[in-house]
């Protein structure tokens, strides 16, 4: 199971075990986004859908799992881990053949990156 760069509007999170408690995310406007570090399964990557808001407005850059609306991956998120340097840490998604988005995993100079910025990583067994 792999980690991945979630955000929320909420400051805690749940997911696969693990409670998060997330960070401020820097930059890319005003909205207050928590950034998250939580695992994902293959199984739940294939159920991602764009996020439907509280009007019931689809937000075709945030994919979230239909029974989970509190967290999302970004397909291009704005907000960056802070202090971190090189690599910028951010939710993202990658682009298949079909031109569909898929959440990019965290590589290991993210990990890394966020291991110096003494970030608890889950346990991603």
């Known amino acids: 199971m792999a980690l991945y760069v979630a955000e929320s509007y909420n400051y805690t999170i749940e997911h696969g075990g693990h409670v998060s408690m997330g960070v401020v995310g820097a930059g890319g406007g005003s ?6 570090v939580i ?4 199984a739940e990557i294939a159920k991602l859908r764009a996020r439907v808001d509280e009007s ?11 029974d ?8 291009d998120g704005e907000k960056t881990w802070p202090g971190s340097l090189s690599p910028k ?6 682009f298949d053949g079909s031109s569909a988005a ?6 290991e100079a ?8 003494k970030v608890k990583l889950p346990d991603a067994r």
């Open 68 to 75: 989970r609306e509190d967290w999302w991956v970004a397909v």
């Open 56 to 66: 019931g407005n689809k937000q075709h850059d945030r994919l979230a799992l239909p």
């Open 31 to 36: 909205e207050k986004i928590y950034l998250h």
């Open 110 to 117: 993210e990990l890394t990156e966020l291991r110096r910025l």
């Open 39 to 42: 695992p994902i399964t293959d």
């Open 102 to 107: 898929r959440p990019a995993a965290l590589s």
């Open 89 to 94: 840490v951010r939710s993202k998604s990658s």
